[in-house]
């Protein structure tokens, strides 16, 4: 997924090129050359430092290094001669291979404007070498720029939902694996990663580091074990050769070749190629096949060859008639389709359905609207192919995933809740079993079987699974109802008109109300005469729901109560959801909270800036489960239940400050006495990744911000920069953030342990306590404390709104008392046990947010689609 710093880049790159290169086509040239340019001098440098030897920048070569280009002292004009001739003499270098000296091919400066070079060239440098995932995504941003992507009907396919894709074909070492759109290559390297982690003596936990698969590995003769070290090397040259792709683009076969190359191919089998014009590769077949292929077809449609089963001119039609016919007898596949595969009437895509209900198809899998954002909100599902399971089993698996773990708007933000882990787990089992001729009914809150018959039963093979849900199936199910059905929205009020205009009234504005909290307090009251027309009326037991952005995201909602005279007024970027008979204000309030509600809505917010907000439309339509009055009360009552207990840990820690009691008798001493020195960190290049075990780690600033120090928060070093200065975290000393934002700069942490791997980034100063009479948890707990960092940002510099920082010789000004040792000791004791409590109330918190989740999950899950109450 495109991430804000890629994006920026990119844009800043175009911004730099636009005035000498205003041809985005060329602009695109200019960056993609410049970024494997950098990339292959990364590679050389990483190569050093493993004990290796340089492969791309070698002998005559070697002057024109990216390090060198860019090294403190050259000129501009340098510069450019430098990197023109670099561009041209590349081509020839024999050192390279055949597939990066196609890159330098026709690569050329067409200006000669050595500052905008050397901006440009500084901008490039700040990307990171990574093994190509954000060259991936750096390129397919820019497609998007010349609008190429949305026009050929070709969107990057997120990376969770392609290894999804992968890990229920789960590819074999042994098997030839096909993408015949493959774009940068994502699915083939994600099988490839997917075979690799099959072959391991370890497996890759969720923070990348190696744990052991067997107690037994331990045994291992080797100390040196690396991704898919069970492959032999014959296995190896099988893998590298079975893994193939083809593309129409050449500017997408370059970047799949180069991605291949990065992730260890040194011969990639990627190749310019019309999949549905040509017959030369025809008779070729694989084992599995994984694809996201275009969707859109060129005006007068595809000129396809005759070969194909099913006679259309759509691309999305031909795709997926491709990879069923190119499937080896006990293939697999999974396609990523849009929604015309799956219901359209046209004879074309009703023949493709049958043949593939008959012949090939095991699954289909709903994603929620939006999985492609912000390239496209196209509906799509994925379509699994498997010519064993279509054999043995009668039946269809029908799942659809409304959670995919993102938020659905542009941003694509994560999200709890994500759905694809147990579709994973259930659709695997499932299709184990099918291949057995087991594979009929489904144990799952979201699929079900269904028979083949009864798919093509219509004649037009419907592959839409809500068609198939019947009653048998869902008889356990909780209907839904939309919220216009079971609430008023927005009550008139003209419900008031008989109301005495000196009537007290209350009235909320939007700061009132709570964040993820159903009760909030009317402080103000008003007459009811003076309440203008603009102001949003309601009544106590109404669910009030924030409308507008930050707002809504936020979580601003609640149930009215204790209103004046019942009765209340408030923003007019209110809703009100007033509830019917057939509905309890605390099932809406839930409802409207759940994550699915919040998600969706986000994605349909209309405006612009800040003032986007949820249409009225979207809020009334809505359907929420709506289980009988009886099952409502009892999941409020759990609910509250757990309410309580959270309430009770954020009064805590919302209560909770820690107190030094300060003598007046005892002495009080400048920071300066105490600290030897105020020792900065080092400014060095990283990767921003969890560091491998080996590697080195930088801190990020949110290393320190809870007050706590927390040696995850780092980013990886880049391996050139070991040899820099050290200054890493050690026992005993407190790390203080010198720059930051106005809340944060000066957060401090006390450091129990020695952390030899780690730097400190520049941000971040380390002192070191050099009286015997001062005991460092006691300094800390002192300077952390709100009174010393209310004092220390105070003293902060910066413009309002940017970020501050803090002088040395300030901060070292800072007095603060300090009694006798044994006492400063047992201060700094009884508030380390107080913010243990604290974050056991933390920890406390999390739980009952997930107990509640799962409350109103055991519903949410079963919900259908049903008449309103």
């Not at 270098?93 to 901006?119: G, K, M, Q, V, W």
């Not at 070749?257 to 190749?271: C, I, Q, R, S």
């Not at 059905?485 to 909320?508: G, M």
């Not at 800040?610 to 359907?623: I, K, M, Y």
Request: aromatic content about 8%; some cysteine.
């Amino acid at each position: 997924m495109l991430d804000k710093d890629t994006k920026r880049r990119i844009d800043t790159c175009r911004d730099i090129l636009v005035g000498k290169v205003p041809d985005p086509k060329s602009q695109v040239e200019q960056i993609t050359v410049a970024l494997i340019y950098k990339f292959m001098d990364d590679m050389d440098l990483e190569a050093e430092e493993l004990g290796g030897e340089r492969k791309f920048f070698t002998q005559d070569y070697e002057r024109y290094r990216w390090a060198k280009l860019v090294a403190p002292g050259v000129s501009g004009q340098e510069m450019l001669n430098i990197y023109s001739e670099a561009l041209t003499k590349m081509v020839e270098n024999d050192h390279l291979p055949a597939l990066f000296r196609s890159i330098f091919r026709n690569a050329y400066l067409p200006y000669r404007d050595p500052e905008t070079l050397r901006s440009f060239l500084r901008e490039i440098d700040s990307f990171t070498y990574d093994h190509s995932e954000r060259l991936g995504d750096a390129f397919e941003y820019l497609l998007s720029v010349l609008g190429s992507q949305g026009d050929a009907g070709q969107f990057r396919t997120p990376r969770h939902i392609i290894d999804f894709m992968v890990e229920i074909i789960d590819p074999k070492k042994n098997e030839v694996i096909l993408d015949p759109a493959c774009g940068t290559a994502g699915f083939l390297i994600s099988a490839y990663k997917h075979i690799l982690k099959a072959n391991s003596s370890y497996v890759v936990n969720g923070n990348g580091k190696h744990e052991e698969a067997d107690a037994a590995e331990q045994a291992l003769e080797s100390p040196m074990r690396f991704p898919g070290d069970l492959l032999s090397p014959e296995d190896r040259t099988r893998l590298a050769g079975n893994i193939k792709g083809y593309d129409i683009s050449p500017d997408m076969v370059r970047l799949s070749l180069v991605n291949l190359y990065l992730h260890g191919f040194a011969d990639p089998k990627v190749e310019e190629y019309d999949t549905l014009t040509s017959e030369e590769k025809w008779t070729q077949t694989a084992d599995v096949i994984l694809a996201n292929p275009p969707f859109m077809s060129p005006k007068g449609g595809i000129k396809p060859h005759t070969r194909f089963q099913v006679q259309s001119k759509r691309s999305e039609v031909l795709f997926v008639d491709y990879i069923a016919e190119h499937l080896n007898p006990n293939g697999r596949a999974a396609i990523v389709v849009p929604e015309g595969i799956i219901f359209q009437s046209q004879s074309a895509y009703a023949a493709l359905r049958k043949m593939l209900v008959e012949n090939n198809l095991a699954a289909v899998i709903s994603l929620p609207a939006g999985v492609f954002n912000p390239y496209s909100g196209v509906k799509t599902s994925i379509l699994i192919l498997d010519r064993a399971v279509a054999k043995a089993s009668k039946h269809i698996a029908f799942f659809k995933i409304e959670n995919d773990g993102f938020q659905l708007g542009a941003q694509r933000k994560a999200q709890k809740g994500s759905q694809l882990p147990q579709v994973k787990a259930d659709l695997s089992a499932w299709l184990q079993e099918a291949r057995g001729g087991k594979g009929g009914e489904l144990e799952s809150i979201h699929g079900f079987g269904v028979e083949r018959e009864v798919v093509a039963s219509g004649g037009d093979y419907i592959l839409s699974g809500e068609r198939y849900k019947s009653e048998a199936a869902a008889e356990h199910d909780v209907r839904r109802a939309r919220i216009v059905d079971i609430c008023t929205v927005n009550p008139a009020k003209r419900l008031l008109q008989e109301l005495p205009p000196e009537t007290e009234v209350s009235f909320v504005p939007m700061a009132d109300l709570n964040e993820w909290r159903t009760g909030f307090e009317a402080k103000e009251t008003k007459q009811f005469g003076e309440v203008g027309a603009s102001y949003t009326y309601f009544a106590d037991g109404d669910v009030l729901l924030a409308k507008v952005t930050p707002c809504f995201e936020n979580g601003k909602a609640g149930i009215a109560r204790n209103l004046r005279n019942g009765i209340g007024f408030g923003s007019s970027e209110f809703y009100v959801l007033r509830p019917g008979e057939s509905v309890l204000a605390e099932w809406v309030y839930r409802c409207i909270t759940h994550e699915d509600f919040r998600s969706k809505a986000i994605a349909q917010m209309t405006g612009t800036g800040g003032l986007q907000r949820v249409p009225r439309a979207f809020v009334e339509g809505f359907e929420i489960p709506l289980p009988s009055l009886e099952v409502q009360r009892e999941i409020v009552a759990e609910i509250e239940g757990y309410q309580r207990v959270i309430e009770g840990a954020r009064a805590v820690i919302d209560n909770y400050r820690p107190h030094i009691p300060v003598d007046p008798d005892w002495p009080m001493v400048e920071l300066s006495e105490i600290f030897d020195a105020l020792e900065a960190g080092v400014s060095v290049n990283s990767e921003n990744r969890t560091k491998m075990p080996g590697e080195l780690g930088v801190l990020k600033t949110s290393a320190v911000t809870s007050g706590t120090f927390d040696p995850e928060e780092h980013k990886a070093v880049l391996l050139e920069e070991v040899d820099r200065v050290r200054c890493s975290p050690r026992k005993g000393s407190i790390i203080i953030s010198r720059m930051n934002t106005e809340a944060l700069v000066g957060a401090s942490a006390y450091i129990d342990n020695d952390y030899p791997e780690l730097f400190l980034p520049d941000r971040l100063w380390q002192t070191v306590i050099s009286r015997q009479d001062a005991s460092a948890k006691y300094i800390h707990t002192v300077i952390a404390s709100e009174e010393y960092r209310a004092k220390i940002s105070a003293i902060c510099g910066g413009t309002s709104g940017s970020m501050k920082n803090v002088a040395k010789s300030q901060l070292l000004k800072i007095e603060i008392p300090l009694p006798a040792f044994d006492i400063q000791q047992a201060i700094a004791a009884d508030i380390e046990a107080e913010q243990a409590i604290v974050r056991a109330n933390r920890e406390l918190i999390t739980r009952f947010e997930r107990k509640i989740d799962a409350a109103i999950g055991r519903v949410w899950g079963k919900a259908k689609d049903g008449e309103a109450a």
